[in-house]
């Protein structure tokens, strides 16, 4: 059986304070160390977590600017290219009225010179008819006379490019 003891009760006592010693003194602040401890590691994971989501949507944010800018630059070579399209087709519709209005120049000159040549030739020609008119009268010939003055002026005429 169990007896009881002056000393046992003592060792039991002592046995009792030296545990709650060893709880206040080890027991609870390593608890309380490790606790806090551990509070500190998770504020820490929770800390990095939140900013791995926040690096996450400022990613996100940057690709949709960076699809939003490229989207703008296409836009922008497409306006270009139209522009371009539409300088280069006025430049020919240019050119091709100034062309036409250098051919219209040019054959009205061409036609200008052709008339002042024609009213030049028969200013010549009737010069010519004149001076062989009077040469016909101031000689009173006969037919024969006429016919040869009128070769003799045809000839002269082809032989100066004339006629």
Known sequence: MISFNLTSIVNLVGFLAFMF???RLLYKPYFDMT??????VEKNLNEAEKLRLEAQLKKEELDKQLSEADEKRREILSEADEQAKSIIKAAQEEAQEQRKFILDKAEKEAEEIKESAARELQSRIVSLAVAISSMIL???I???KNEELI????NNLKDKGEL
């Open 138 to 140: 101031k000689e009173q």
């Open 35 to 40: 606790d806090k401890r551990k509070k500190e």
């Open 151 to 154: 070769r003799r002026a045809i």
């Open 142 to 144: 006969d037919k024969k």
């Open 21 to 23: 010693l060893m709880y």
